[in-house]
């Protein structure tokens, strides 16, 4: 019942939003980067690879029945959207693009609760900085389990990024997705505003790696081809053509426009429910 209300609430409240309901656009300058997490070192890799070996092979539990608690938290200069107070109705859009996009893995998104700091410095925080620990360690809940979403405005071109699993052990606060607030549903950062930003990263957090990251890498799952970096929607393409398979442009890993995002493989689905089992 709770989950149908609040597919009411984002239905209505989104309509007043396209029908010029007084709201000011969130801020956005996106210049280059959709993804600023940190590719992990080979030796990392290798590590998790070993790891999972140890851990064996178990059939991949069924589609829904994974609950992830979900906490949000809004880092704002101030109050109004201008100044990035991202509305409840924003939020709740978003779990649905979650929602949907993982329809058919284990996870499904419990929505806790929303917390909402005004702190200048916070608002434009980069990726390793002082100003992302402060606020991390200030407002992260919840276990390993649970996965915390940062709003803010980083700048410099950069949507997001993330942490990895297999880190949240030694760095427990530091675990999180954080995103610009601009990529959510309804946003300015076009063509990244329909909310499969965060869906990327938290394949990131759940332990997925870039599916375009050239001919010679393995993203560790055996049937997503591999294929050079694109940020066009082009079907059919064969950038690494010794490899089996077209460029999997259509994938939530990739770097394309949110509307060109539509899929997950089996062997994603797999991969992150195996590696939720390890490390979360």
């Given at each position: 019942m709770e989950r149908s209300i609040a597919k009411a609430i984002v239905l209505v409240s989104l309509v007043a939003w396209g029908c010029g309901g007084g709201l000011e656009p969130l801020e956005a300058d996106i210049t280059a980067s959709r993804c600023g997490t940190e590719e992990p070192?080979?030796?990392?890799?290798?590590?998790?690879?070993?790891?999972?070996?140890?851990?064996?092979?178990?059939?991949?539990r069924l589609p829904g029945s994974v609950r992830v608690p979900t906490y949000v938290h809004v880092i704002r200069r101030g109050t109004g959207i201008a100044n990035g107070d991202v509305p409840l109705a924003t939020i709740?859009?978003?779990l649905e693009v979650l929602g949907a996009a993982y329809g058919a893995t284990p996870f499904w998104f419990d929505l806790m609760s929303v917390t909402r700091t005004t702190n200048a410095t916070w608002y434009v925080m980069a990726p390793g900085s002082a100003a992302e620990a402060a606020a991390k360690n200030a407002l992260h809940q919840?276990?390993?389990?649970?996965?915390?979403?940062?709003?803010?405005?980083?700048?410099?071109?950069?949507?997001?990024?993330?942490?990895?699993?297999w880190g949240v052990a030694g760095a427990p606060l530091s675990d999180g997705v954080v995103l610009l607030n601009a990529v959510l549903p309804g946003g300015?950062?076009?063509?990244?505003?329909?909310g499969d930003t965060a869906v990327h990263e938290v394949g990131h957090w759940l332990g997925l790696l870039h599916t375009m990251a050239g001919c010679t890498t393995d993203d560790g799952v055996s049937d997503t081809s591999r294929s050079k970096p694109t940020y066009t929607c082009v079907v059919g393409g064969d950038s690494c053509p010794t490899d089996m398979g077209l460029d999997p442009v259509r994938n939530y890993m990739g770097y394309v426009d949110d509307a060109c995002m539509s899929e997950f493989t089996p062997g994603q689905s797999a991969r992150m429910d195996s590696m939720a089992l390890m490390y979360r």
């Open positions: 070192t080979e030796e990392t890799l290798t590590r998790v690879a070993q790891e999972s070996t140890r851990g064996g092979v178990s059939a991949m709740l859009a978003q919840g276990g390993k389990e649970s996965l915390n979403l940062y709003l803010a405005n980083p700048g410099n071109g950069l949507l997001a990024w993330a942490t990895f699993p300015t950062a076009s063509p990244y505003a329909l």
